[in-house]
């Protein structure tokens, strides 16, 4: 099982940024990526960037240039930095992470979703 904590969601100006957080708890070790999705008012959830468990990144074309996935060893936390945001990048921001426990099983995990708000 794991959990994800997620944190630093709000409102912003359009060209402002933001920090994203999202900490696994529980069988961190059997994480094999972590993502941040994204969903809209009346739009499907879409993939904003993602992050393996060795440092591979992946962006959205609509976000890259402006955010950036990161990994903390340490604190063993991934970040999402968006900078200039526009409002189109207002949604409910949600961790996610793909656990792989063992050969042949996975599992996914969703976090409890943070909004971000882009607005003049």
């Known amino acids: 099982q794991v959990q994800l904590v997620e944190s630093g969601g709000g409102l912003v100006q359009p060209g402002g940024s933001l920090r994203l957080s999202c900490a696994p708890y529980g069988d961190i070790f059997s994480i094999n990526t972590v993502g941040w999705y994204r969903q809209a008012p009346g739009k499907e959830r879409e993939l904003v960037a993602s992050?393996?468990?060795?440092?591979?990144?992946n962006c959205a074309d609509s976000v890259k240039g402006r955010f950036t996935i990161s990994r903390d060893n340490v604190k063993n936390t991934v970040h999402l930095q968006m900078n200039s945001l526009k409002p189109e990048d207002t949604a409910v921001y949600y961790c996610?992470?793909?656990?792989?426990?063992?050969?042949?099983?996975?599992?996914?995990?969703w976090g409890q979703g943070t909004q971000v708000t882009v607005s003049s």
């Open positions: 996610n992470a793909l656990s792989t426990p063992r050969i042949g099983v996975s599992y996914t995990y």
């Open positions: 992050i393996t468990s060795s440092g591979s990144t």
